[in-house]
């Protein structure tokens, strides 16, 4: 294949991750726990490719049932997300030294080689050799002895031949680039080449191969310049209560415990903003768990106003009112319902504001959850829209005449954007959108479409991609 342009990425040059914001390098070797944190990285790989697990999910339970300190804690953290977001660059690499179809090679041996690679080519601190050994030492200690000749003639070679590795260039085949350096599957690299064009599709790709910064959202009674003082962050450029950028981890500081902020993405923050809630006002988050926006949706109302939040998921219900409780708000109420079958509650029946956080296919997190551009399929994303348009039919009932209905998803697909407003609207003449400007700070409403929705995206705004239209009915 053809050398690429400088700056395009890829051909004859160290097979790494993007550098801003990326997973910490590490500094130092792992300690005795090493082969430990590996294991449980493999592991994670595994079920997230079998069984389609959540990696997230996985990696905690694996971790507490450990006995790893913190190094190697984040050691294996590192490599769990840093093997799963650059899954797709390792495997065109490792095509390029196997004698086999890499789709051939079981489960376990292919999550192996993944691991080994992500360390030999992405880990500058860390030697290829130790990385090679490491990793055939690990396939002892887990019982593939079988294939530890074969692996470690895979990665030596692949350490060899690191400078010498050629990806498709995105002039000559933009499919292949965006797929193969970008990281995606094949049917994504598709979509998002389609959505956005060859330039912009690689771009949306390695911003999400990047971590996303931290960020937190500064409760009203709270200090925004003291707590980006003492996090080590700044402002954000859209949300007015926001601190991004942080240099320490805001869970581990005693003012998280203080409920003086909350770790909430600068595209997240804006939402709750165009539902327009006012001191004393009674809204609804009809798909409210963790909490994150109803608890930011309970200080904009204030003491004397009541944010009722729904989640149709009983064991997620309690995660609100921990949120609630962390933050020191008694107007928030809980509770579990589906919303598809209705609200089911007692009193009054109409609001002036509910809020839907629909669930979506989450392709605008993807910096977040890594693992989910793996496990997605394209007929999820049909599932999605099909009940957003469900979620979105039952919630507008309870909308009195003049009130709103916020809308939003964290993801960019049409077909769960635009697409669900379009034939809501169609159904639904007596709702409109309605501009969300006179709710947003002026810094915020350049992210708004000439439909007045707010779109987000990571390589362009530096934070989570989201869709969110503001509804008002006549």
């Given amino acids: 294949m053809t050398p690429e342009k400088p700056g395009t990425a890829g051909s004859g040059r160290r097979v790494r991750a993007p550098r801003d914001g990326e997973s910490a390098r590490r ?28 990696a997230d999910l996985t990696l905690h339970a694996e971790l507490d049932r450990s006995s790893l300190d913190r190094r190697d804690r984040a050691w294996a953290t590192e490599l769990t997300y840093g093997a799963l977001r650059m899954r797709g660059r390792l495997d065109a690499a490792l095509a390029q030294v196997i004698d086999r179809p890499l789709g051939s090679v079981e489960v376990e041996v292919r999550n192996l080689l993944r691991l080994g690679a992500y360390q030999v080519l992405a880990v500058d601190k860390l030697a290829p050799a130790i990385a090679v050994s490491e990793t055939v030492e690990l396939t002892h200690q887990l019982g593939f002895e079988r294939a530890t000749g074969f692996l470690n003639a895979v990665l030596r070679q692949l350490a060899k031949r690191a400078e010498r590795l050629r990806f498709a260039s995105l002039e000559e085949d933009p499919l292949a ?36 910064p931290r960020t937190v959202r500064v409760s009203p009674d709270a200090s925004l310049s003291a707590v980006a003082r003492r996090l080590g962050g700044r402002p954000c450029q859209f949300a007015p209560s926001g601190v991004t950028e942080l240099a320490k981890d805001p869970i581990r500081d005693p003012g998280f415990l203080r409920g003086e902020f909350t770790v909430q993405d600068e595209a997240s923050q804006l939402v709750p903003l165009m539902l327009g809630a006012q001191p004393g006002d009674r809204v609804v988050d009809c ?35 921990k949120a609630s409780r962390r933050l020191h708000l008694r107007n928030v109420r809980a509770l579990q319902r589906d919303v598809v079958q209705g609200f089911d509650l007692q009193g009054p029946m109409r609001f002036r504001g509910i809020l839907l956080d629909a669930p979506c296919s989450g392709l605008g997190t993807l910096r977040r959850n890594p693992d989910a551009r793996w496990s997605l399929q394209p007929s999820d994303i049909e599932s999605s829209a099909q009940l957003q348009s469900e979620l979105l039919h039952s919630a507008c009932r309870y909308v009195q005449p003049g009130g709103n209905l916020v809308y939003s998803v964290c993801t960019q697909t049409a077909e769960e954007t635009e697409q669900v407003i379009d034939a809501f609207l169609d159904k639904h ?31 362009r705004d530096r934070c989570d991609g989201f869709f969110a239209q503001r509804l008002v009915r006549r």
């Fill in 177 to 212: 680039h965006v797929r193969d350096w970008g990281s995606l599957p094949e049917w994504l690299a598709q979509r998002w080449l389609d959505a956005l064009g060859p330039q912009e599709a690689i771009a949306l790709a390695l911003a999400s191969l990047r971590q996303p």
């Fill in 287 to 321: 798909c409210a768990a963790p909490g994150t926006k109803a608890v930011q949706l309970a200080q904009q109302v204030g003491p004397r106003g009541e944010v009722i939040a729904l989640d149709r998921h009983p064991s997620r219900v309690p995660l609100i009112n």
């Fill in 429 to 459: 003449p007596d709702f409109e959108r309605d501009d969300a400007r006179p709710w947003l700070p002026e810094a915020a409403h350049s992210l708004l479409d000439s439909q007045g929705a707010l779109r987000t995206f990571p390589h």
């Fill in 27 to 54: 500094t130092d070797s792992p300690s005795r726990g090493g082969a430990s944190a590996r294991a449980i990285a493999w592991k994670v790989l595994v079920r997230v490719e079998r069984h389609r697990a959540y």
